[in-house]
């Protein structure tokens, strides 16, 4: 269950790097924390901040393409 959500997370920071470097910093912290034995247990946390970086990545996305 672990090496799942370790690469969801190697996923969504690939995803980040490629629309912004600082987007995809905040992946590489997921990565760092899903590496770790409490990460990896912690389901809850892991899912909101995948939502939490994937609506930061939203916004920017709209708010460069209406600006």
């Known amino acids: 269950m672990a090496g799942i959500f ?3 997370s190697l996923l969504l920071m ?3 790097f490629a629309h912004s470097g600082w987007l995809g910093m905040l992946g590489l912290a997921l990565v760092a924390f899903t590496g ?3 990460g990896a247990g912690d389901f809850s946390l892991l899912l ?3 939502i ?3 609506f930061v990545g939203s916004v ?3 708010l460069t393409w209406l600006f």
Do not use: N, W, Y
Request: charge should be positive; proline fraction near 0%.
């Open 36 to 38: 770790t034995r409490k």
């Open 52 to 54: 939490i970086i994937g």
């Open 60 to 62: 920017i996305q709209i």
């Open 14 to 16: 690939g995803i980040g």
């Open 6 to 8: 370790f690469a969801l």
């Open 48 to 50: 909101g901040l995948m």
